[in-house]
């Protein structure tokens, strides 16, 4: 079911001048928009604006937000959990500042201030943040794809995204094929061009790592797999090949 920007404003709370400003950005796309210019969105958009008002609730910034929700590894399932977790620390703390009201109101005179410290859900928050760099950000590639996302426009995202999936939907049209053949080990080199042009330059060593993280990291294989199941395991296969072919 679409459901026009009047009606998602309605049944969310955000006003229709912030829904055509996540537009203009680039942060929330309409599904459609008609020949009268009406602004369209289905199933998969309310997803990704739950998915948005998530992130600002936790207090990421919009420019932040959209890198993350655009990735082509992002995990939806590890990103709720984190939300859960980081919601729970708010609830905590609000309970606790709920609670020194209504000692205060009863009269009592402690002037307590540790209900106020918001270090813990920063903190959690920014080793949710930084997760990534943890992992990658003293890389040389790391620092390249930083470099290069920074300065991506909302349009040039999504060209990214689009060429992303196209080439996940051809790898699983392939899965028929053994991981050897030429046509799938086409793909792989597709893949590796694609990683160099828009975000650092992947190496067969570099590339070989990731086929390796394809089925060791389960947020990478849940994720891949949802392009078709054993999708991660397939992938993975036929970079081995593509880099030992190379060495």
């Excluded at 958009?45 to 992002?74: M, N, T, V, Y």
């Excluded at 905590?92 to 307590?112: C, F």
Aim: net charge negative; aromatic share 10%.
């Amino acid at each position: 079911m679409n459901r026009t920007v009047h009606q998602v404003a309605k049944l969310t709370g955000i006003s229709v001048r912030t829904l055509h400003y996540y537009d203009e950005i680039g942060l929330l796309h309409p599904c459609e928009v008609t020949e009268a210019k009406y602004r369209l969105y289905d199933d998969a958009c309310l997803e990704r604006l739950q998915q948005i008002l998530f992130f600002r609730e936790l207090g990421f910034a919009l420019k932040d937000i959209q890198p993350i929700l655009d990735d082509p590894f992002f995990d939806k399932n590890k990103a709720l959990k984190n939300h859960k977790d980081l919601l729970i620390l708010k609830r905590n703390r609000l309970n606790s500042l709920i609670a020194l009201v209504e000692n205060t109101l009863k009269g009592e005179k402690t002037m307590s201030f540790q209900e106020f410290d918001m270090s813990e859900i920063e903190n959690s928050r920014k080793k949710y943040a930084k997760e990534a760099e943890a992992r990658w950000g003293n890389t040389d590639a790391y620092k390249e794809s930083q470099k290069k996302a920074d300065g991506y426009s909302a349009m040039e995202w999504a060209a990214i995204t689009e060429e992303t999936q196209k080439i996940y939907a051809a790898f699983a049209a392939n899965m028929h094929r053994e991981p050897s053949s030429p046509e799938v080990q086409q793909l792989v080199a597709d893949w590796q061009g694609l990683i160099t042009k828009h975000f650092y330059h992947c190496t067969n060593e570099i590339l070989a790592g990731l086929g390796e993280m394809y089925i060791a990291d389960e947020r990478f294989t849940k994720n891949i797999n949802q392009h078709a199941d054993g999708l991660a395991q397939f992938m993975s296969d036929a970079i081995r090949i593509y880099c030992k072919t190379a060495e």
